[in-house]
Each structure stands twice: as C-alpha cells, then as structure tokens.
C-alpha cells in the first residue's frame, strides 16, 4: 500500500479506501458480522487506513460492527462517515444539511462508532435546503469542539463547493479538504467540472463505485436483470457503449495476467492528484482479490488505451472554449503559442 497527502492537508491516507456500505446484512445484501470483520482484517494487513462508512449505511449497523473492529488500533486508522441521510424517516429534521441534523447525527455516529471523534466527516448529499453559510459554520463549529478532525462533501455540484471553500477561506473557516464523486471507467462525467475543481482547488477525491456497480469486474456480461441491481442504483447499465470500454478492460487483464476489477482499480490510482477509489467487498475473498491491484501498475500505454476508450465529450462551455477559431479570437496570431497553467 502506498500513501498519499489528502488534499490541501498532511493527513496520509492510504491510495485505497475501504467501504463499509456492506457491513451488515439488513439490506438483504451485504456480509454478516463475522465476515465483515474478515474483509475490514484483510484491508489494514494490507496496509489500509482510510475507512469509509455513513450514518445511515445498513441501518447503522455499519458503523455498529466498525467501532468494535477499530477499537484495538483507533488512532491508526481514519475513519470517516456521513451525514445528511435520515435515521428517521417520520422526523423533518430527521436528515438533510442543517445544523440539527449534523449535530445528531454526529453525535450518534461517536456513539455507534465507540469513539470521540471522527478523522473525515462528510456532507452525503446536497439538499438544496440549507445555506451554505449555515453548513461551513456548524461543520467549523464541530471541528473546533475536538469532534472532527477534517471535513469533506459529497454528491454536490462544483459551483456548490467552490462557494462554500470560498467562503471558509473568507471567514477563515475550516474547509473541505475531500470531494467524493462516483467516477470510475463507466462513469466519468465528474470530469467536466467536479475533478478540475478540485484540482484548482486541492481537494482530495474519492470514487464509489469504481467498478461502475460491479460492471467492469465483468459479473453482469450474462445480462441477468436480477444481478445489476447495485448498477442500475448508480445510474449505469451494460450499454453497448459500457460493453466496449469492458472488452477493453478485459483485453489489457488478460494480457497481463490481471482480473478486469483490477485493471479498472488502477486506472483511477493512477490518476493525477489525490484520486483514491473506494472498494467494498462482500467477501473475504472479494476484497483480497481486488487489493492485488496493488502488486502492479498498468503502463502509460494502457492507460491511455484505457483512457481513450471511455472518453467522453466535455460538452459546452469546453467543447467551444476549444475551438480554433475561438482560440484565434482571444489570442490572435498567438493561438496554440501560450503555454497554458497546469
């Protein structure tokens, strides 16, 4: 395992995280008590220490079964969890990005999780509710009480969270130093504008569903509508487009000697900046299995093969910013002659 600097941020954290999403089994998938405490096991033995987790995932029993696992080495590891998904379905205020609602939850999450405070605390989804005044000042409230150590957001638009870093910076609150976004080789639109943002502004990303849901481990090729459910929950499917970018996949594993889950794992490790995928695992042997990503490497050529067959179109304004004729019309007879920022 190797480690890397998150964000704008000394915090080392491992070049993969776990996910927990499948601690417990009250979702009617995932793994039971006993085998969750394999896979978590198998991930710090392999030199893993970011554990990704959430107040609500499996009902709170995710996060249930990980303050027993951590409790031996807590101050190794960093943990982190979310919140803004409701634990009371009946209660307005039971979720969402208010200052109520983080502080419940955050308190419950110390309470299942065994702990006084947690490493990287996360805003889950943007609710399109609250001011994002109101959410960096209750985050930098919490983070002042000694109860968090770092902040991140997540499922957020770019313009939300390069407001809400602006503000911190103003107001000299703490800002978030960890964007996560589902990206993976099935789904690359953060790339329009979540990643650069977070390049320009040195946040840290995550990626669930690095596999696209489980379709570039090559699982779902028989079609059975019954085994894509976690899929179609990211909004993903077995196109004919998807099929194309897994044959690539399956072409490069097979002449290495590589499973197409790994191969898909180490295109996003090998990304510029913090980029660090997110896998979880129902097994045992599942997790083992796709932490051998880490004994290799793809070369530049593969992962450019890669690249380009899953590339998509940036779309207005990139597209048009990109034109020549454009081009000529900021810069003259200098288009194509100025070296552009990194």
Partial sequence: MEYKLLGK???RVSDIALGTMTFGDRWGFGADKMESRKIFDAYVEAG?????TANQYTGGDSEQFLGEFIAAEREKLVIATKYSLTMNPMDPNGGGNHRKSLVQSLDASLKRLQTD???MYWLHAWDFMTPVEEVMRALDDQVRAGKILYIGISDTPAWIVSKANTLAELRGWTPFTGLQVSYSLVQREAERELIPMANALDIGV???APLGGGILSG???????????RADFIGESLSETNRSILETVESIAQEIGKTPAQVALNWI??????????IGARTE?????NLDCLTFELTPEQMDL?????????GFPHDFLEMEQLQQSLNGQFAGKIAKRN
């Fill in 9 to 11: 941020s000394g915090l």
């Fill in 48 to 52: 893993g220490n970011l554990i990704d």
């Fill in 117 to 119: 405070y947690i490493d």
């Fill in 206 to 208: 995550t990626a669930w």
């Fill in 219 to 229: 699982k779902y090729k028989a079609g059975r509508p019954e085994d894509s459910k």
């Fill in 269 to 278: 490790r090998q990304q510029e900046g913090t980029m660090i995928p997110i």
């Fill in 285 to 289: 042997k599942q997790i083992k299995d």
């Fill in 306 to 314: 890669l690249t380009k067959a899953s590339s998509i179109h940036l």
